[in-house]
């Protein structure tokens, strides 16, 4: 594999060419990060401004549709995901997650929208080590082909958003997994 190099503003490979920006995952999550980093701790010192600007130009960075990789505490899982808004999600940003990234693509949903899609959970028990709590993977009914192509995983990200979806819009199991937000 090539050797991924990030920066504060991009991620380079192995020939110095940029393969995509700096983000950290949602939105919200990270405002109330970055609300934390504001406060004076305990010794009365102000945290890193730098850091915050950092942080607070990735979720604008975020919220204009730019991909960005999430490096995990060592503690956890010690890697890197790329991320998109998925309101802002291309077939050809798919893609580049399925060449470069080679893992899952999934998408956050909240637990009142896999209800309203009848999304139960991947397993009743769930014994894996970090409890992500996916559902069963899904596809869009219409409108693709094997669902296995970026522009097939694409359009089941959309059904997904779409308020007006339904149980029947979706088939499973397929290639796309949500996970449900806390």
């Not at 995990?72 to 010690?78: G, Q």
Request: net charge negative; charged share 30%.
């Amino acid at each position: 594999g090539k050797a991924v190099v990030a920066t504060e503003n991009a991620v380079y490979d192995s020939s110095s060419t940029i393969i995509g920006s700096i983000i950290p995952s949602e939105t919200d999550i990270i405002a109330k990060y970055v609300e934390k980093l504001n406060q004076v701790n305990s010794w009365g010192i102000v945290l890193n401004r730098k850091k915050i600007k950092l942080i607070e130009e990735a979720i604008e960075r975020f919220k204009n549709g730019s991909m960005l990789i999430v490096v995990d505490d060592e503690d956890r899982e010690n890697e890197g995901d790329f991320i998109i808004s998925a309101e802002k999600v291309s077939p050809d940003d798919i893609n580049f997650m399925m060449k470069y990234g080679r893992g899952l693509i999934c998408t956050s949903i909240t637990p009142s929208k896999a209800k309203k899609l009848k999304l139960s959970p991947m397993v009743q028990e769930n014994t894996e080590h970090q409890r992500t709590n996916f559902t069963v993977s899904v596809d869009a009914k219409e409108g693709i082909s094997t669902g296995i192509s970026a522009k097939d995983r694409w359009r089941t990200v959309q059904v997904l958003l779409d308020e007006n979806s339904m149980p029947q819009d979706l088939v499973n199991p397929r290639p796309i997994t949500a996970a449900l937000k806390d």
